[in-house]
């Protein structure tokens, strides 16, 4: 796997986020607390781990690692409101653009240590890829758990 196509992977989840946006604007207002199921995170904090984790890992990789306070403090809170999640998707935008331009072929083989583990750079990418796939079918469940009707995942 070179940088270019770790570029291109990322380019189509750029395109596929529209539906991820489109996915957030329609949780209502009263909706960031709801728990569908005890164990499992509420709607804010699902949206606050989609776009949160993905920024704490990426700055992770910036630094060369991430322990669990950082990983903490870079995820942020819980949403509590559709402008929080807003800025939480610029702010996870801003850092993956940044890590993605300045990503080299040799870099991806760059030692990552994480709190749960140490990677290489192209492993700690393909994680916050798989990870956005992950939560945002989840975010799919939610929808539906709050009686709404997702819109078709490929964006468009």
């Known amino acids: 796997m070179t940088a270019?196509?770790?570029?291109?992977?990322?380019?189509?989840?750029?395109?596929?986020?529209?539906?991820t946006t489109k996915m957030m604007e329609?949780?209502?207002?009263?909706?960031?607390?709801?728990?569908?199921?005890?164990?499992c995170r509420t709607v804010g904090e699902l949206a606050a781990h989609l776009y949160g984790a993905e920024r704490a890992t990426l700055l992770g990789l910036e630094r060369g690692s991430m322990t669990q306070e950082e990983y903490n403090r870079d995820?942020?809170?819980?949403?509590?409101?559709?402008a929080d999640v807003r800025k939480l998707m610029e702010s996870a935008h801003q850092v993956r653009a940044r890590v993605l331009e300045s990503l080299t072929d040799d870099g991806l083989d760059t030692p990552i240590k994480l709190f749960y583990?140490?990677?290489?750079?192209?492993?700690?990418?393909?994680?916050?890829?798989?990870?956005?796939?992950?939560?945002?079918?989840?975010?799919?469940?939610?929808?539906?758990?709050?009686?709404?009707?997702?819109?078709?995942?490929?964006?468009?």
């Open 4 to 19: 270019d196509d770790v570029r291109g992977r990322f380019t189509w989840l750029e395109y596929t986020e529209r539906a």
């Open 26 to 39: 329609m949780i209502p207002d009263d909706a960031w607390d709801v728990r569908p199921a005890e164990g």
């Open 75 to 82: 995820q942020g809170p819980a949403i509590a409101a559709r």
């Open 117 to 156: 583990g140490e990677f290489t750079a192209a492993q700690v990418i393909g994680f916050v890829y798989d990870e956005h796939w992950h939560h945002r079918g989840q975010l799919t469940v939610y929808l539906r758990a709050l009686g709404l009707e997702p819109p078709f995942i490929y964006g468009g």
